[in-house]
């Protein structure tokens, strides 16, 4: 559980869904192959692995 005081994190809290509540992977996914690569190496990636990402064009 995620414990905040600040308004707009626990309004924010109430739309988090955990990801283990999904129940979805990407493997349920039929085809569409280069789409799920475009969006891990996009969106998963760099909340996975954010030290790849400090540095660039986007941090300054």
Known sequence: DVVT???FEKR???DVIPPSDI?????DIGALENVKDTLKELVM????????????????
Request: charge should be negative; glycine fraction near 8%.
């Open 5 to 7: 005081e600040n308004e």
């Open 12 to 14: 924010l809290l109430a």
């Open 23 to 27: 129940g979805v992977t990407f493997d």
């Open 45 to 60: 990636l760099p909340l996975q692995r954010p030290e790849l990402f400090c540095k660039g064009q986007l941090t300054k």
